[in-house]
């Protein structure tokens, strides 16, 4: 069970852009086959975040098409999004952890959404904590964690469904070089098991020790 | 199947930890709805126990047939004769003029009135319990009985019942038009409780949808936690009407007719209860409803 992911001449412009401002994705276009592990690299604001936003239809394109198994993920009513989301396994920069519940709340969020019995979902979130070093943490707030602790806690959520499709969007950024490689660890076992990884990095170093094929953004436009 | 009732009893036990996390806000929600709907529900029990009243009365409807005043004793026993003869009467008592006017004067204060008329002015009466007690036919009757010769006037016993009635069904009516004015209010105030509660979670509907949650699942906790403030509401407001009714019939004299009452006197019938309840639950689901369809309808991205 894997996802595949082509973007076909994709713009994006956000509408609250500065006017004259070049769009956040400019034409576009790359493919990720099912099953792959790929990189995408690039300085800030090239774009990385906004590729993430529109695989997971948080966002729509300007122009162009984006298509996830096939499926035009542009075009997707509002009743479908959620079904689509819930076959990514997603970790978002900006986190979005919520700091009024506990750490096992929020692991097991995208279980509760979609209607998995308390006890199976009490079983995957312990499952995942552990595969990011956590377990022993369920009970406490996610604001008594570290920076490093936080983004794990992001990653056991992200991974908690199972999903066909891991999107990164700089997972190690917060992490020191020991743990950022345990993460990269955890995502390379998914990608042996046969899920689609795309990971956001501008960490040459992490590259350097698992080398993949990247995908290099420069201001909205692929590179390489 | 499995997962649509764990995602109902998620929604319910999130309903209720929403409750418990705000306790002053809901209780304050709670008592404010509860005051709102126990008005009514004290008009809808004074109004079905003076129903009662009525009808206990309107079973047994009386005529008075009077006579001319210059009729003699010879003309009162021919149509006694006649009116017994009919179809139609139940009982019939006869009062002459000598026994009314014994009457009147037994009763203090009228009689120094009497001393001073010249003769007896009371015309003899013949009083009547029709065999059918419906408005109609006690009308037709009284009807008939007015073309009879010999006979004065007619005068139906009942006539004060149908006044009362007749104020019954207005007071029914606003009982009724404050009752639809304090449910509207009903659904305002939990689309507010609601609205609030939506905005102060906006944060963790956002993440939900990310992750993955419909509409539906959003909005159900909401709508879940209406119901459960309605009929929380609902519970307080037939304690306190129960209550109050309680006071009011403890603090009416004995020999009013409301004592007299048949059956359960003047309390809060079950049936009534059952139906508030359903009611506070309805409009408060209702009110929430309103309210995310405003914030989780389809028009608002909700995380997008
Ligand atoms: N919501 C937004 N509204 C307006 N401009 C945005 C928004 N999000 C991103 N941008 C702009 O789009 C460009 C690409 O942003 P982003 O995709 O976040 O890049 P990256 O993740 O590579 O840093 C940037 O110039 C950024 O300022
Ligand atoms: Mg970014």
Redesign the interface.
């Known amino acids: 069970m894997a996802a595949s992911i082509s973007f076909a001449d994709v713009s994006k412009r956000y509408p609250g852009g500065v006017a004259g401002a070049a769009a956040a994705l400019d034409h576009a276009s790359f493919d990720i086959a099912a099953g792959e592990f790929v990189y995408l690299t690039g300085h800030s604001g090239a774009g990385k975040s906004t590729v993430f936003r529109l695989l997971?239809?948080?966002?729509r394109p300007t122009a162009g098409t984006v298509l996830v198994n096939q499926q035009n993920v542009g075009r997707l009513s509002?009743?479908a999004v959620?079904?689509l989301?819930?076959k990514l396994g997603?970790v978002?920069q900006d986190q979005?952890l919520?700091f009024?519940?506990t750490v096992f709340d929020n692991v097991s969020?995208?279980l509760?959404?979609?209607?998995?019995?308390?006890r199976d979902a009490a079983k995957r979130a312990r499952a995942a904590l552990d595969k990011v070093g956590l377990l022993g943490r369920e009970r406490a707030n996610p604001i008594a964690l570290s920076g490093g602790e936080q983004q794990r806690v992001c990653i056991a959520?992200a991974v908690v469904?199972r999903p066909v499709l891991l999107l990164a969007d700089e997972p190690t950024a917060n992490l020191d070089a020991e743990y950022a490689g345990v993460i990269l660890e955890l995502f390379r076992a998914f990608h042996d098991v046969g899920v689609t990884v795309v990971l956001a990095t501008h960490d040459a170093a992490l590259i350097a020790r698992y080398p993949a094929r990247s995908i290099a953004l420069a201001q909205g436009r692929v590179v390489r | 199947m499995n997962a649509w009732l764990h995602a109902h009893d998620g929604a319910m036990r999130d309903a209720l930890a929403h409750a418990r996390r705000a306790p002053f806000a809901t209780l304050f929600a709670v008592a404010v709805l509860a005051l709102a709907l126990a008005l009514p529900l004290v008009g809808f029990v004074v109004v079905a126990g003076l129903a009662r009243i009525t009808a206990q009365f309107d079973t047994d409807p009386q005529m008075s047939v009077f006579l001319p005043l210059e009729a003699t004793p010879r003309d009162r026993q021919a149509l006694e004769r006649s009116l017994r003869a009919r179809p139609g009467i139940k009982r019939l008592r006869v009062v002459t003029k000598e026994q009314a006017l014994a009457e009147l004067q037994s009763t203090e204060g009228v009689r120094d009135l009497l001393s001073g008329l010249p003769g007896n002015p009371l015309p003899d009466t013949l009083v009547i319990t029709p065999a059918h007690a419906a408005r109609e036919a006690v009308h037709a009757l009284r009807a008939e009985l007015e073309q009879l010769p010999g006979v004065a006037s007619v005068q139906v016993d009942t006539a004060w019942v149908e006044r009362l009635e007749g104020i019954l069904g207005t007071v029914r009516a606003v009982v009724l038009a404050v009752a639809a004015m304090l449910g509207v209010a009903v659904v305002a105030v939990t689309f507010n409780t609601v609205r609030l509660q939506v905005l102060t979670r906006a944060a963790e509907l956002d993440v939900a949808a990310l992750f993955g949650a419909t509409r539906a699942w959003m909005r159900r906790p909401f709508l879940y936690f209406g119901a459960f403030q309605g009929i929380a509401a609902g519970l307080l407001s037939i304690a306190l009407a129960a209550g109050f009714v309680a006071l009011l019939a403890r603090s009416l004299p004995g020999e009013t007719a409301v004592a007299a009452l048949p059956g359960r006197g003047l309390a809060m019938p079950w049936e009534l209860a059952l139906t508030a309840l359903l009611a506070a639950a309805g409009l408060g689901w209702l009110g929430a409803w309103l309210s995310v369809w405003e914030h989780l309808g389809p028009g608002r991205r909700a995380h997008r």
């Open positions: 997971a239809a948080i966002e509002p009743a959620p079904f989301r819930r997603l978002l979005r919520l009024d519940r969020l995208p509760a959404v979609a209607g998995v019995p308390p959520r469904n």
